[in-house]
């Protein structure tokens, strides 16, 4: 499989690689490519929480000198903590910090199932869903599987969330919301979900996403 390297950015365009022998023209290493897009959706924070969570595995001197996530992913690679066929504790990391989002992209590592550039999000309505889908787990609770089906989310795919969080809400809530994500794909907007809320007369719900999403675009401008 050819895994074409994710955005850094609105605005960021990847240069294309030279061939590499026994690959196709263009092809790049596509675990690097992985560990490329999960770097660039780490917050500064996310970064401090991934560090912290490493140090037994690269000492604290050594944690206190990485500033980006690519360069604690390198400490990592050398170590033999990940690897392309080892991504257990790459996963684990990225649980402990909350970024189902970023762990998804994982899980499509390993079933083959990464998209293609023209079919990813825009890196700003990435943002918009994240903070989106903490309001809804945190606020609509067992509502959750009315909404999933506004959303047009299949049984299949609920009834998956259902039996691998049933013993916590507001993960199973997350994972149907990050379900969703993933099968929409590019199509996934924070605009479909405030609606959806709407037709659930969980109007409340869909004011507070709103307030959360404008003082999130506030901050950016």
Same mark, same amino acid.
């Given at each position: 499989?050819?895994?074409?390297?994710?955005?850094?950015?609105?605005?960021?365009?990847?240069?294309?690689?030279?061939?590499?022998?026994?690959?196709?023209?263009?092809?790049? !290493?596509?675990?690097?490519?992985?560990?490329?897009?999960?770097?660039?959706?780490?917050?500064?924070?996310?970064?401090?929480?991934?560090?912290?969570?490493?140090? =037994?595995?690269?000492?604290?001197?050594?944690?206190?000198?990485?500033?980006?996530? @690519?360069?604690?992913?390198?400490?990592?690679?050398?170590?033999?903590?990940?690897?392309?066929?080892?991504?257990?504790?790459?996963?684990?990391?990225?649980?402990?910090?909350?970024?189902? =989002?970023?762990?998804?992209?994982?899980?499509?590592?390993?079933?083959?199932?990464?998209?293609?550039?023209?079919?990813?999000?825009?890196?700003?309505?990435?943002?918009?869903?994240?903070?989106?889908?903490?309001?809804?787990? =945190?606020?609509?609770?067992? !509502?959750?599987?009315?909404?999933?089906?506004?959303?047009?989310?299949?049984?299949?795919?609920?009834?998956?969330?259902? @039996?691998?969080?049933?013993?916590?809400?507001?993960?199973?809530?997350?994972?149907?919301?990050?379900?969703?994500?993933?099968?929409?794909?590019?199509?996934?907007?924070?605009? !479909?979900?405030?609606?959806?809320?709407?037709?659930?007369?969980?109007?409340?719900?869909?004011?507070?996403?709103?307030?959360?999403?404008?003082?999130?675009?506030?901050?950016?401008?």
């Amino acid at each position: 499989m050819d895994f074409v390297c994710g955005e850094l950015g609105q605005d960021a365009q990847v240069p294309a690689a030279g061939p590499v022998p026994g690959a196709g023209p263009c092809a790049v !290493d596509p675990f690097r490519c992985l560990l490329l897009s999960i770097s660039s959706g780490l917050s500064a924070a996310d970064v401090e929480e991934v560090k912290f969570l490493c140090r =037994d595995k690269i000492g604290k001197g050594k944690s206190e000198m990485v500033r980006v996530g @690519l360069e604690l992913f390198d400490m990592l690679m050398e170590r033999r903590v990940i690897a392309p066929d080892h991504l257990e504790f790459l996963k684990d990391l990225l649980r402990n910090i909350r970024r189902g =989002d970023l762990l998804t992209l994982v899980e499509q590592f390993e079933q083959g199932e990464l998209q293609a550039p023209e079919d990813q999000q825009d890196q700003h309505e990435k943002r918009l869903l994240k903070v989106a889908f903490e309001v809804i787990r =945190d606020n609509v609770g067992r !509502d959750w599987k009315k909404l999933m089906r506004e959303l047009g989310l299949p049984e299949v795919k609920l009834d998956k969330v259902e @039996l691998a969080y049933r013993y916590n809400l507001e993960e199973m809530v997350f994972q149907a919301l990050q379900e969703w994500q993933k099968w929409k794909g590019k199509d996934a907007k924070v605009a !479909d979900l405030i609606k959806a809320l709407q037709r659930c007369n969980l109007r409340l719900v869909a004011d507070w996403v709103e307030e959360r999403l404008s003082q999130v675009n506030s901050e950016t401008k």
